[in-house]
């Protein structure tokens, strides 16, 4: 059995203010044609297939358009959706029924069931619904286990990391339970420990302090094989083979500049005790560039030379298809405001989209400012003199001091305020 593993679409991204639905076309298109040349049995896209809980009517249409053309040139594949973060689980579940005739099974909410007992009854997880038997062309047969983005009233324990984990286990024992002699395959949208982001990636969400990363190791009665979403970067999880994030299809900032992308392709056999994962990697439309590469300080001629070397020019000043995304790095007290326009002006003649300037700024003694004042505590810095730390942020924002009539301005607006405390 060929399953086809993908997440992180993120349909109706802007990158920068720009809108990427041309390059989500281009992936649907690049994924439809594999699909045809593989006819994989199921392709699973485990979550964030939209940017936002609220997608323009243009990324749905790319979105349905994707379904109908790919049950169409393959009718006998099935496809399985999962909600993740980003998406609306109620709305991307809401034609589940219509599209589940398709053979195109979306799990975006959990759902519960109430149990009768002696004392009443309780509504309790219906685990069963989270299951979508699978059978291939060569007889194989497995089950899917669907596992959307958990959020915490579905985890409902205090500990959110051990309540997935329980969550889990506890679908995977039922799923052996009902379905003892076949492969289990989950599909799950979570942040896994020691999973690896770029620095400063301000792309993925991840909660401060770690208190939705889900530790799962040592799992020993795990599922056969789990593919994930929620990190862009494509890698094993927890250090094993069984396990993996495949990767958004498109990096989503400048920080996943080095990212992979593509899909993962698992094949499953009952001969096979491990299942065996190909990688066909995909290349997006627009690459990105960051001018200089390295941490050269460049005057403004210089980086114009360097710009002029790295970019194409434009076809009757029009952009091409494969147009790169920019960023320049600039030393700030090497520009000025005509260096820059100079610049903008220059990149508008290539076949490139500047995306921004990125102002490098230089370390700053701020003891010229704060004088030897230290911090050790919040009372510190109640007691601070307003005016000191306005100083310090506006210096450290700036990269130069307050001139004197900045301070003399400020220095009226905080004595207002005094004067209406007094009132």
């Given at each position: 059995?060929?399953?086809?593993?993908?997440?992180?679409?993120?349909?109706?991204?802007?990158?920068?203010?720009?809108?990427?639905?041309?390059?989500?076309?281009?992936?649907?298109?690049?994924?439809?044609?594999?699909?045809?040349?593989?006819?994989?049995?199921?392709?699973?896209?485990?979550?964030?297939?939209?940017?936002?809980?609220?997608?323009?009517?243009?990324?749905?249409?790319?979105?349905?358009?994707?379904?109908?053309?790919?049950?169409?040139?393959?009718?006998?594949?099935?496809?399985?959706?999962?909600?993740?973060?980003?998406?609306?689980?109620?709305?991307?579940?809401?034609?589940?029924?219509?599209?589940?005739?398709?053979?195109?099974?979306?799990?975006?909410?959990?759902?519960?069931?109430?149990?009768?007992?002696?004392?009443?009854?309780?509504?309790?997880i219906?685990?069963?619904?989270?299951?979508?038997?699978?059978?291939?062309?060569?007889?194989?047969?497995?089950?899917?286990?669907?596992?959307?983005?958990?959020?915490?009233?579905?985890?409902?324990?205090?500990?959110?990391?051990?309540?997935?984990?329980?969550?889990?286990?506890?679908?995977?024992?039922?799923?052996?339970?009902?379905?003892?002699?076949?492969?289990?395959?989950?599909?799950?949208?979570?942040?896994?420990k020691?999973?690896?982001?770029?620095?400063?990636?301000?792309?993925?969400?991840?909660?401060?302090?770690?208190?939705?990363?889900?530790?799962?190791?040592?799992?020993?009665?795990?599922?056969?094989?789990l593919?994930?979403?929620?990190?862009?970067?494509?890698?094993?999880?927890?250090?094993?083979?069984?396990?993996?994030?495949?990767?958004?299809?498109?990096?989503?900032?400048?920080?996943?500049?080095?990212?992979?992308?593509?899909?993962?392709?698992?094949?499953?056999?009952?001969?096979?005790?491990?299942?065996?994962?190909?990688?066909?990697?995909?290349?997006?439309?627009?690459?990105?560039?960051?001018?200089?590469?390295?941490?050269?300080?460049?005057?403004?001629?210089?980086?114009?030379?360097?710009?002029?070397?790295?970019?194409?020019?434009?076809?009757?000043?029009?952009l091409?298809?494969?147009f790169?995304?920019?960023?320049l790095?600039?030393?700030?007290?090497?520009?000025?405001?005509?260096?820059?326009?100079?610049?903008?002006s220059?990149i508008?003649?290539?076949?490139?989209?500047?995306?921004?300037?990125?102002k490098?700024?230089?370390?700053?003694?701020?003891?010229?400012?704060?004088?030897?004042?230290?911090?050790?505590?919040?009372?510190?810095?109640?007691?601070?003199?307003?005016?000191?730390?306005?100083?310090?942020t506006?210096?450290?924002?700036?990269?130069?001091?307050?001139?004197?009539?900045?301070?003399?301005?400020?220095?009226?607006?905080l004595?207002?305020?005094?004067?209406?405390?007094?009132?």
């Open positions: 059995m060929k399953i086809f593993t993908t997440s992180d679409w993120h349909i109706g991204n802007l990158f920068h203010g720009n809108d990427r639905l041309p390059e989500h076309r281009h992936f649907l298109k690049w994924l439809l044609e594999k699909i045809q040349e593989q006819r994989p049995d199921a392709l699973l896209i485990a979550g964030d297939v939209f940017d936002n809980c609220n997608p323009s009517a243009a990324a749905q249409s790319a979105y349905y358009e994707f379904l109908a053309d790919a049950t169409q040139s393959c009718p006998e594949m099935q496809i399985v959706i999962t909600a993740g973060n980003h998406d609306s689980a109620s709305r991307l579940e809401a034609p589940r029924t219509l599209l589940s005739r398709h053979k195109v099974e979306i799990r975006g909410n959990v759902h519960r069931t109430w149990n009768a007992d002696n004392e009443g009854g309780k509504w309790d219906d685990f069963d619904d989270l299951m979508v038997p699978i059978k291939g062309n060569d007889g194989e047969e497995a089950v899917v286990l669907t596992v959307p983005y958990l959020r915490s009233d579905i985890v409902q324990n205090s500990n959110y990391s051990d309540g997935v984990n329980a969550f889990l286990r506890d679908l995977t024992r039922k799923a052996r339970e009902k379905y003892p002699e076949r492969h289990l395959v989950m599909m799950a949208h979570m942040y896994a020691g999973a690896d982001i770029a620095t400063n990636d301000a792309s993925e969400k991840i909660i401060i302090g770690g208190q939705e990363e889900v530790n799962m190791e040592g799992w020993q009665d795990h599922p056969y094989y593919t994930c979403g929620h990190i862009h970067k494509r890698q094993h999880i927890w250090n094993t083979d069984w396990a993996r994030y495949t990767g958004s299809i498109l990096p989503m900032s400048f920080a996943e500049i080095d990212y992979k992308h593509g899909i993962d392709v698992v094949t499953v056999s009952s001969d096979n005790k491990k299942p065996k994962v190909e990688f066909l990697e995909y290349t997006p439309q627009h690459k990105l560039l960051i001018l200089p590469e390295n941490d050269e300080e460049l005057t403004p001629k210089k980086l114009q030379k360097l710009v002029k070397e790295r970019l194409s020019d434009r076809k009757d000043g029009k091409d298809d494969d790169v995304y920019l960023v790095k600039v030393k700030l007290e090497k520009v000025n405001n005509d260096d820059i326009k100079e610049l903008e220059l508008n003649t290539k076949n490139a989209v500047l995306c921004k300037i990125q490098i700024l230089t370390s700053l003694d701020l003891s010229t400012i704060t004088g030897n004042q230290q911090i050790h505590s919040i009372d510190d810095i109640l007691n601070r003199d307003p005016l000191e730390t306005l100083k310090e506006f210096a450290v924002k700036h990269n130069a001091e307050m001139t004197t009539h900045q301070e003399e301005i400020l220095k009226q607006l004595d207002t305020i005094d004067e209406n405390k007094e009132e």
